[in-house]
């Protein structure tokens, strides 16, 4: 069983929707958890990251961690074709010098 | 003015053959990395250095050998390639938790 478990997709969706992607761990010594946004033979870029548990919101974007349920969301809201990528989710420890990742979404938005 | 950068951008090479990646970030950050993200995505951590020093080593063939002369270069040589080391390798920096990445370099092997 991965660590970081993530729906590899891929999501299709209509312009304007909200987008939901998620991902579920099995240590719960993580504490940093992030969402990286990769697009098509491009590296990783950060587009949030939270620390323990809690929402973080900017933009369009909204970060959730439940760390009770080891489960942490991306949302996406009005969504744009621009968005398309492939989002991927990571962790890490308190002081660990590297992060986890999941497989990865692949998320088309439809104009 | 690129933060992470690496060179080359595309490899192919035939099987046995050694071949290096070299990375250089300008951002300051004192941890350096190599991920490897395979053909479905999936994005593992290879190496870690910190100013220069190996802290992190993940089970990574013998054959794969990193190698930073200063805390702002962090290269990667790879010996008698095989076709299963075609990939996508991924150099990155960081100061705290997050990491920044370069733009990968995508090896094939033949």
């Known amino acids: 069983q991965k660590e970081v478990e993530q729906d590899p997709g891929p999501l299709s969706v209509p312009e304007g929707a909200i987008v939901s992607l998620n991902c579920t761990y099995s240590n719960s010594a993580f504490q940093y958890f992030m969402w990286y946004r990769q697009y098509s033979r491009k590296g990783p870029e950060l587009l949030m990251y939270t620390y323990s548990s809690g929402n973080k919101e900017d933009g369009r974007f909204t970060a959730q961690v439940d760390k009770s349920s080891k489960y942490i969301s991306l949302f996406i809201r009005d969504s744009q074709p621009s968005d398309s990528a492939t989002y991927l989710c990571a962790m890490s420890l308190e002081g660990a010098q590297k992060l986890v990742f999941g497989q990865g979404t692949r998320l088309t938005i439809n104009p | 003015d690129t933060a992470v950068s690496q060179t080359p951008k595309y490899l192919v090479t035939q099987m046995g053959n050694d071949k290096s990646i070299k990375c250089e970030q300008n951002l300051g950050h004192d941890t350096m990395y190599w991920y490897k993200q395979d053909s479905k995505k999936f994005l593992k951590i290879m190496f870690s250095?910190?100013?220069?020093?190996?802290?992190i080593n993940e089970t990574v063939p013998n054959r794969f050998s990193p190698k930073s002369p200063d805390k702002a270069h962090l290269n990667l040589h790879i010996n008698s390639l095989e076709l299963g080391d075609s990939a996508v390798y991924f150099c990155?920096?960081?100061?705290?938790?997050?990491?920044?990445f370069g733009q990968g370099t995508r090896l094939t092997v033949v």
């Open positions: 990155a920096s960081s100061q705290l938790f997050e990491a920044f």
């Open positions: 250095y910190n100013n220069k020093e190996l802290i």
